[in-house]
């Protein structure tokens, strides 16, 4: 088992920055593929960004690539996902989850991910 905890949501403004956690416990963190989803109001969740247990491959939604950036520390037990640019669109409940996966396309879908964290609310206003 993997608990996973998120942390770092909030209140923004169009353009401005902010950073999320993941905080890891149970089995092995570095065992796992790390990933991050969002869920709209009313919208399937979906995929944002993925990094690997080794972190030598992350991969990125076309709608986040080159504003969000994955990162993770395995030392730590945790994980990151930093925001930058941020857009209305981007609003979303973002959850951090693991999957024993670790090639794309398998990540981009969210029966990959057998452990998921309760999720942290991300609001940005125009």
């Known amino acids: 088992q993997v608990q996973l905890v998120e942390s770092g949501g909030g209140l923004r403004q169009a353009g401005d920055s902010l950073r999320l956690s993941c905080a890891a416990s149970g089995r092995p963190f570095s065992s796992y593929t790390m990933g991050w989803f969002r869920q709209a109001p009313g919208k399937e969740r979906e995929f944002v960004a993925a990094?690997?247990?080794?972190?030598?491959?992350?991969y990125y939604s076309n709608s986040v690539k080159g504003r969000f950036t994955i990162s993770r520390d395995n030392a730590k037990n945790t994980g990151n996902l930093e925001l930058n640019t941020l857009k209305p669109e981007d609003t979303a409940v973002y959850y951090c989850?693991?999957?024993?996966?670790?090639?794309?396309?398998?990540?981009?879908?969210?029966?990959?991910?057998?452990?998921w964290g309760q999720g942290t609310q991300v609001t940005v206003s125009s």
């Open positions: 990094i690997i247990w080794s972190g030598d491959r992350s």
């Open positions: 989850a693991a999957s024993a996966a670790t090639y794309y396309p398998d990540l981009l879908n969210t029966r990959a991910y057998g452990y």
